[in-house]
């Protein structure tokens, strides 16, 4: 694994994630603002050099010129942030390119090692004048995508597409986070600690705060609300009394293109999305409410179908919980139901995700996510492999169970008459994988693609939100609130007032 040597610092990021993917683990040598990439195995030299990519391997007398200029050059050979951009990434193919050929590794996205390909794919799109062959070609060629991987970004991107052309720039859309699960699954590192199992009283007094943070900010703002999402955790651990204090404080303070009315199936129209993600937190009381505010998009989260599963991966609940569920929503008469489901959970092969995926569209599901197995720092899966001293780069190899498992979705779905309209990576997925959200054609998640995509302005309230004003153009600016929820209920005016001065 070598030792790497920057001719800019300015590349030190786009380095690092594409050596991260091949070997692992990289550290910043902050002396000389080298990489170091497990035990030094020869000296590579990283950068730009006479208006191209530069990458070289180094000799013992180059080294030690290197070492004695510290390497540490801190001019920016670009002539503007587009140009560094541009630079950045001709870097990054470049540098992908000499770690296949070093190491024999190959990955499904190649050199696209951001969260959303989406993005690679309207460029290309752009630049091929709007080719569906040659942008699937481009991808292929330059960026050396899997040629399946290549035509879901390219698939993906244009349903995107097609669906914020019902998204105006200038509405927004609504995040409202409900940090409380009844327990914390192995693979979580979205809800604290803190936020387990708490009581009835613990969780009224953070819905009174999220109902002045609210009321603070959209009496003020006064914006066009395109798309609710109330997010977790898990909102359903809220009672039927708190939901529907909060539901009735958020309807009437929000202007949405049905005007006064927020009762509407068409949510084409207006978005009003409740993540009921626990089977075994729905109710049908807590369904009730939500349908009379208007909810009509509804998110029952069972991740597999498998008992033995869901015991190993610490979700206290069952495959019969999740079948009454679906059944119940669908008898109060939610417009769509959305399901998630995550492929390379432990001890899991391609029959038993095949079986979930099967049973939950059965069960009637017009929207499926399937998301690859990440393993979050702070989660419990993490820890064990921490324990068991597993390196983190085998998270990386290539797993051709879990890309199996999302090739059976890609056809299943689409065979279901499901079409892809929401792509994106995260850090630590099994073999550099991707989540990918499924829906009839039209009928995707405006909130996923505006949030997930940074397409459209978010204003995010509650412990661990994340607002953010778009700009024409693909400017984004961001405010978070502060992750621990028992800290947000001290801090909650801090963050209103962070949002004020972030959209005036």
């Given at each position: ?9 300015i590349f030190?990021y ?7 993917l091949?070997?692992?683990k990289?550290?910043?040598v902050h ?15 990283v950068?730009?050099r ?10 013992e ?9 510290h ?25 992908y390119?000499h770690?296949?050929a070093?190491?024999g ?6 050199s696209?090692?951001?969260i959303?390909?989406?993005?690679v ?34 698939d993906t991107m244009?349903e ?10 200038t509405?927004f ?14 693979y ?12 009835d009283?613990e969780?009224?007094r ?29 909102p ?28 509407s ?5 207006f978005?009003?999305c ?14 009730m ?6 909810v009509?998009r ?17 979700r206290?609940h ?14 109060i008469?939610f ?18 995700f095949?079986e979930?995926?099967q049973r939950?569209?059965e069960l009637?599901a017009?929207s499926?996510t399937?998301?690859?197995?990440a ?14 001293g ?7 190899r290539?797993d ?20 892809p ?12 994988l991707e ?9 995707g ?20 939100g ?11 600016h961001?405010?978070?609130?502060v ?13 209103a ?7 005036c």
């Amino acid at each position: 694994m070598p030792h790497v040597f920057l001719t800019h610092q300015i590349f030190t990021y786009a380095a690092s994630d594409v050596l991260r993917l091949f070997f692992g683990k990289v550290t910043t040598v902050h002396e000389d603002g080298s990489l170091r990439v497990g035990d030094d195995d020869g000296v590579w030299l990283v950068g730009w050099r006479s208006n191209e990519p530069l990458i070289a391997d180094l000799v013992e007398d180059e080294i030690t010129k290197l070492e004695k200029e510290h390497n540490s050059a801190s001019d920016n050979p670009f002539a503007d942030e587009e140009e560094l951009r541009l630079g950045r990434r001709a870097l990054k193919i470049a540098l992908y390119n000499h770690c296949v050929a070093v190491t024999g590794k190959k990955f499904p996205w190649g050199s696209l090692t951001g969260i959303r390909p989406t993005l690679v794919a309207w460029e290309t799109w752009q630049q091929t004048g709007g080719s569906y062959d040659n942008s699937v070609a481009m991808l292929k060629e330059v960026y050396k995508v899997a040629p399946e991987k290549a035509i879901l970004a390219v698939d993906t991107m244009i349903e995107e597409e097609n669906l914020l052309a019902n998204f105006p720039e200038t509405d927004f859309g609504l995040y409202i986070g409900i940090p409380f699960c009844p327990t914390r699954c192995h693979y979580c590192s979205f809800t604290m600690p803190e936020g387990i199992g708490r009581s009835d009283a613990e969780m009224d007094r953070y819905v009174d705060v999220l109902c002045l943070e609210l009321e603070q900010v959209l009496s003020q703002l006064q914006p066009v609300v395109r798309t609710i999402y109330i997010g977790g955790g898990t909102p359903t651990s809220l009672n039927p009394n708190q939901l529907d204090r909060l539901m009735a404080t958020v309807t009437h303070l929000v202007k949405t293109p049905l005007n006064q009315s927020k009762q509407s199936d068409d949510y084409q129209i207006f978005e009003f999305c409740l993540e009921a993600g626990r089977p075994d937190t729905i109710t049908e009381d807590k369904l009730m409410v939500a349908k009379s505010y208007g909810v009509n998009r509804l998110c029952i989260n069972p991740q597999t179908m498998h008992d033995e599963t869901l015991e190993k991966i610490g979700r206290h609940h069952t495959v019969e919980q999740t079948i009454e569920a679906f059944e119940l929503a669908s008898q109060i008469g939610f417009a769509s139901i959305n399901t998630d489901l995550i492929a390379g959970l432990v001890d899991e092969d391609e029959t038993m995700f095949t079986e979930s995926l099967q049973r939950v569209l059965e069960l009637g599901a017009d929207s499926v996510t399937i998301h690859s197995l990440a393993l979050k720092r702070s989660s419990e899966m993490n820890r064990r492999r921490v324990e068991a001293g597993e390196a983190l780069s085998a998270i990386k190899r290539p797993d051709e169970v879990v890309a199996a498992m999302l090739e059976i979705g890609d056809e299943s779905c689409r065979s279901a008459g499901l079409v892809p309209y929401y792509l994106y990576r995260q850090k630590d997925g099994r073999g550099g994988l991707e989540n990918v959200g499924y829906a009839k054609s039209g009928c995707g998640s405006l909130y996923n693609i505006g949030m997930m995509g940074d397409r459209r302005s978010v204003l995010a309230f509650g412990s661990g939100g994340m607002s953010k004003r778009y700009f024409h153009g693909g400017l984004i600016h961001r405010s978070p609130n502060v992750k621990s929820y028992l800290q947000y209920l001290d801090r909650w005016q801090e963050m209103a007032e962070r949002k004020l001065k972030l959209f005036c």
